[in-house]
């Protein structure tokens, strides 16, 4: 029996070459049960021509399945389903079911975020015209062919242990290497291996540190700060003090007498970009040791300061050992590869290892892998010239349209960084705001979800540049301008 060529269609959302689409359509196909075993399949000539693509596209994805046992060739009769392909399960037929089940009594906790930060940043975000969105990186600036180089290398016999083995609590010792001797001397940090470990990302380098430190223990964060901090930490217990920032951030004098353990984010200031001045570092340094405290220091986005030198890290200042540091790539390199690192005591490192281990092991061989050959052979460096080159030019382009057309910044970073926190009159609620916008192909990041308690502030928003080219600037902050001015006149 023959499959009809009618059957076959190419999903436009399918990623992937032409070949390789083809070929992922008709392994599913098999694998589904819907082309069983010794069915032909339509020759390349009818199925080229149903498709409209190339014969030698569709050929080259029937050979590869042929090479995988998927497909048979018999001679001139054409491709057919190997009698050595895969069988789909047979399970009859299933039981209709119904959830009986009342999950409020079954979980014992829930930890869904009242609004999830990623709520305001639609999957579709980059097809929006003027994506104002924080975090995400531009495929323009992205070092794609040293990537997959490294990528490649990787996967060489060479590194197949570090590929393939299962490294319990260990990490790859060429990417501790490379952050010891050259990440963490930048920031003015001298760490051993022993004080170092590879997470998956900041937010698991933070996850292990509220379970390490924040269970039921009292603890100072920032107010506004990173709203899934105040998840994790409310998840083991911790009894939260927000300490409201300035224009210089964290004020070491306001934090509680009875605090455990304190979150801050002194280089770029979790969502206003202030950055925490010299002296006030050292005042949180020794309001720490007045508590008997610990710091947790997330040092995110340090990479991007290129309008000056960034300053030393609260970790490169610490006599007493009492800070934990917190690295990430994700900003600098791409959200998606989840690699961040821990710095702290070697005793620390120890429990936060063990942790890690009794999760996730340890953060896949292959990533680390390329990631350290992509740090060792100065792609990344070269990378952050590139990035640092394109954030200045973005954000004289922000500050030029802003003051153009009269909105307000109510923080910016010194330094750098990637994004401007933004204040809009009192009675607007920056979530219709961002709604209302999103019609006109802007997106913005609404600001009421970094702040804590009752009467949150709801006109704050954030405007992330990083993934918006210069030119696009102007228009979008003129539509911003445009439809703050029209619920003004509606309020």
């Known amino acids: 029996m023959a499959v009809p060529v009618e059957t076959f269609f190419l999903s436009q959302n399918t990623q992937g070459t032409l070949q390789a689409r083809i070929q992922q359509m008709v392994a599913e196909g098999i694998l589904s049960g819907r082309f069983r075993n010794g069915e032909k399949l339509p020759s390349t000539r009818q199925l080229a021509k149903h498709l409209g693509v190339s014969r030698i596209t569709v050929t080259l994805a029937y050979t590869e399945l042929q090479a995988n046992d998927y497909l048979v060739s018999r001679g001139r009769s054409g491709y057919f389903v190997s009698e050595n392909a895969p069988q789909p399960p047979n399970f009859g037929p299933l039981a209709p079911s119904e959830d009986k089940v009342d999950w409020d009594r079954a979980l014992a906790r829930r930890y869904l975020p009242e609004r999830p930060l990623g709520a305001a940043k639609p999957t579709d975000w980059a097809s929006y015209r003027f994506p104002f969105i924080y975090g995400q990186a531009d495929a323009k600036l992205f070092d794609h062919a040293n990537w997959r180089l490294c990528a490649m290398q990787a996967l060489g016999a060479k590194d197949f242990t570090a590929l393939t083995q299962d490294q319990f609590d260990m990490d790859d010792s060429e990417l501790v290497t490379f952050i ?145 540091y917190v690295g990430s790539f994700s900003k600098s390199l791409f959200p998606g590869l989840r690699l961040g690192y821990l710095v702290g005591s070697a005793e620390f490192i120890r429990e936060a290892r063990a942790l890690r281990a009794s999760v996730l092991r340890h953060p896949p061989g292959h990533i680390q892998r390329t990631a350290a050959y992509f740090l060792s052979l100065g792609h990344y460096d070269a990378l952050i010239r590139r990035i640092g080159v394109a954030l200045t030019e973005r954000r004289q382009a922000m500050e030029t349209a802003i003051d153009q057309y009269g909105l307000e910044i109510a923080g910016k970073g010194a330094h750098g960084g990637s994004s401007l926190w933004m204040q809009a009159p009192t009675d607007i609620d920056t979530h219709i705001f961002a709604q209302n916008l999103r019609d006109k192909g802007v997106l913005i990041e609404p600001g009421e979800a970094f702040f804590a308690g009752p009467g949150k502030p709801r006109n704050y928003y954030r405007l992330g540049y990083s993934s918006i080219p210069s030119e696009r600037i102007p228009e979008g902050i003129a539509r911003i301008s445009e439809a703050l001015a029209q619920m003004n006149q509606q309020g």
């Not at 390490?212 to 003090?241: F, H, M, T």
């Open 180 to 324: 010891a001797r050259h990440s963490l001397p930048r920031r003015g940090i001298i760490a051993g291996p022993d004080e170092i470990l590879i997470t998956m990302g900041a937010q698991n380098a933070l996850w292990l540190a509220a379970q390490l430190l924040g269970q039921k223990r009292k603890v100072a964060v920032e107010d506004p700060c990173y709203p899934e901090l105040r998840s994790l930490l409310r998840q083991v217990g911790a009894q939260i003090s927000p300490v409201p920032v300035d224009e210089e951030g964290l004020p070491p004098e306001n934090i509680p007498k009875s605090s455990q353990v304190i979150f801050t984010t002194p280089s770029h200031q979790c969502p206003t970009s202030s950055t925490l001045p010299r002296h006030r570092r050292e005042a949180l340094l020794k309001r720490a040791a007045e508590l008997d405290a610990i710091i947790v220091e997330d040092d995110y986005e340090f990479e991007m300061s290129f309008l000056s030198p960034p300053s030393p890290a609260l970790k490169s200042l610490d006599e007493d050992g009492r800070v934990v």
